[in-house]
């Protein structure tokens, strides 16, 4: 049974910074990328980050480049997501999701149904 286990969520001031983690179980993580999604009030799901099973390759939205860092410790089967200068607008559930090493997925890391597991999301208040 895959479950990916999402945490380090909570309220942080704007200019804040926090560092999420994901832990996965139930499947051979090194066979997966990862990515992180985002889902605010309102508003529908969207990308915020992605790593290659072997995390040389990284990819953000234009939004959180520069201030979130995706990255990944094999030996621990987690990834982390740290978000520094955290504003208002990135207030939403987070989730990460794993994709079963697509060949393709540098240009298909920012899309929903490219992953096959899902965690249940931790969510990231961020207050003015």
């Known amino acids: 049974q895959v479950q990916l286990v999402e945490s380090g969520g909570g309220l942080v001031q704007a200019g804040g910074s926090l560092r999420l983690s994901c832990a996965a179980s139930g499947l051979g993580f090194t066979l997966y990328h990862m990515g992180w999604f985002r889902q605010a009030p309102g508003k529908e799901r969207e990308s915020v980050a992605g790593?290659?099973?072997?995390?040389?390759?990284?990819y953000y939205a234009d939004a959180m480049a520069g201030r979130f860092t995706i990255s990944r410790d094999n030996a621990k089967n987690t990834v982390f997501l740290q978000m520094n200068s955290l504003k208002p607008e990135d207030t939403a559930v987070y989730y990460c999701?794993?994709?079963?090493?697509?060949?393709?997925?540098?240009?298909?890391?920012?899309?929903?149904?490219?992953?096959?597991?899902w965690g249940q999301g931790t969510q990231v208040t961020v207050s003015s």
């Open positions: 790593i290659t099973r072997s995390g040389a390759l990284t």
């Open positions: 999701a794993a994709d079963r090493a697509s060949l393709a997925y540098g240009s298909r890391w920012s899309r929903e149904d490219e992953y096959d597991y």
